[in-house]
Each structure stands twice: as structure tokens, then as C-alpha cells.
């Protein structure tokens, strides 16, 4: 079974500093993950995914992620905040089967401090 | 360039009472899903859909149908609210490959029952 865990509901930072997301999942099979950005009032938005083509993964909007599998990790990064960064994040691991479901973490919102 | 869109987007409800949300998507996607989202919870599938006239059952189904007559539309029904379904719901879509195809979200339906 796949399952996800988020360290940390909320994270502060201030604009310019560095952002660290954290997700560990676990999973049964090889896994694909994705990192999703929700704003205020809206639905989910993809920022990026693992595939297995590359341990490093670059998304939208400056953030990137990193996929090691001796830590079960993905943790999400970008060097610098920016105050249109705040929102949810969330981290997603594929069941990678008929259907396509994914299993979410419990989000992260980040704050961004001017 | 609609993508996945959600009607009603707000709605009020007394316990007991039924109403159906609607889930309409133009990208010919097969697969189809409804969420709900809740504080700290990360979404949780509610049921989702691999293709025109079938359904199944995700992590949270009781209280809730559906129904996928057409491709493109996939209906949640509740048939008695409960105070307890009071949430975000969220519909996704995702063109038919396994695992590294993301979902496609619409902008939510926030619900309360009262």
C-alpha cells in the first residue's frame, strides 16, 4: 500500500530564504510522485513529477524536487521565497495502476514572511 | 480552455437533505475522481471512474453515489446529508496511462450542511 507523510502542517519563511517541503512516502512498487500547489479558493495545480528519468526534478515557478530512494524521500525546494509562494503544497505518490489514483499527504501551507 | 469545471461552487444544505455536484471536463479524459478535502487531511478519494458507465470505490465512500453516464461528466450525489460531509470537493481527471499522467483538478465546491 502507498502512503505519504508530510513533516510539518505549516512552514514560515521569509521572503528571499531558502524553502524546504518534506515528503516521505512508502510504497509497494516503484513509485511515481508529484508535488501539487493549491492558492486560495482553488483547486490543485501540478508543479512536478517524478518519473524515474531523473533523481532531480525541475517544476514551475523556480521549485525542484529530489527523489532518493534510500530515504524514501521528495522533498520539495526552491532558493528563494517569493510572497506569491505562499499557498498549500501537497505531495502525492502513484498507485500506479488501473484507475491512476493517487495517495496525498496531509498538505504543508507555506506562509512567506516580507 | 475550460479544463475540469465544478457546479455549484458553494452551497448550503440541512442535514438530511439530497443534492447531486456536477464534474464536466473537455480534455477526453477516461479516468475521473472526486475528493474531498478536509484540514490537516491531505484529499481523500471519495469514488472515481476509469471510463463511461463504471465507478468504483475509493478510501471514503460511504454517504456518497456516483454516476458516470457520459464520458465527460461524472456526477457525486449525496442522498441524505450528514453534518459530517460538510468539506471541499474537488473533481480530477486523467487521460487513460498508468502512473505518471497527472490529475487534472476544477476549483472545488464548498459544502456545508448544516
Known amino acids: 500500500a502507498q502512503s505519504v507523510t508530510q513533516l510539518g502542517s505549516h512552514v514560515s519563511v521569509s521572503e528571499g530564504a531558502l524553502v524546504l517541503l518534506r515528503c516521505n512516502y512508502s510504497s509497494s512498487v516503484p513509485p511515481y510522485l508529484f508535488w501539487y500547489v493549491q492558492y486560495p479558493n482553488q483547486g490543485l495545480q501540478l508543479l512536478l513529477k517524478?518519473?524515474?528519468?531523473?533523481?532531480l526534478v525541475k517544476g514551475i515557478n523556480g521549485f525542484e524536487a529530489e527523489f532518493k530512494k534510500s530515504e524514501t524521500s521528495f522533498h520539495l525546494t526552491k532558493p528563494s521565497a517569493h510572497m506569491s509562494d505562499a499557498a498549500e503544497y501537497f505531495c502525492a505518490v502513484s498507485h500506479n495502476n488501473a484507475g491512476n489514483m493517487l495517495t496525498f499527504g496531509g498538505g504543508t501551507r507555506l506562509m512567506v514572511k516580507p | 480552455n475550460a479544463g475540469v469545471t465544478q457546479t455549484p461552487k458553494f452551497r448550503v444544505l440541512k442535514t438530511g437533505q439530497s443534492m447531486t455536484l456536477l464534474c464536466a471536463q473537455d480534455m477526453n479524459h477516461e479516468y475521473m475522481y472526486w475528493y474531498r478535502q478536509d484540514p490537516g487531511m491531505g484529499l481523500r478519494l471519495i469514488h472515481y471512474?476509469?471510463?463511461?458507465?463504471?465507478?468504483a470505490k475509493g478510501e471514503v465512500p460511504d454517504g456518497y453515489n456516483v454516476s458516470r453516464l457520459k464520458k465527460q461528466n461524472f456526477l457525486l450525489g449525496l442522498e441524505s446529508a450528514a453534518p459530517s460531509q460538510t468539506s471541499v470537493y474537488f473533481c480530477?481527471?486523467?487521460?487513460?496511462?498508468?502512473?505518471?499522467?497527472?490529475?487534472?483538478f476544477g476549483d472545488g465546491t464548498r459544502l456545508s450542511i448544516l
Open positions: 480530477a481527471s486523467s487521460p487513460y496511462q498508468q502512473g505518471i499522467q497527472p490529475q487534472h
Open positions: 517524478y518519473t524515474s528519468a531523473a533523481t
Open positions: 471512474s476509469v471510463g463511461e458507465g463504471t465507478t
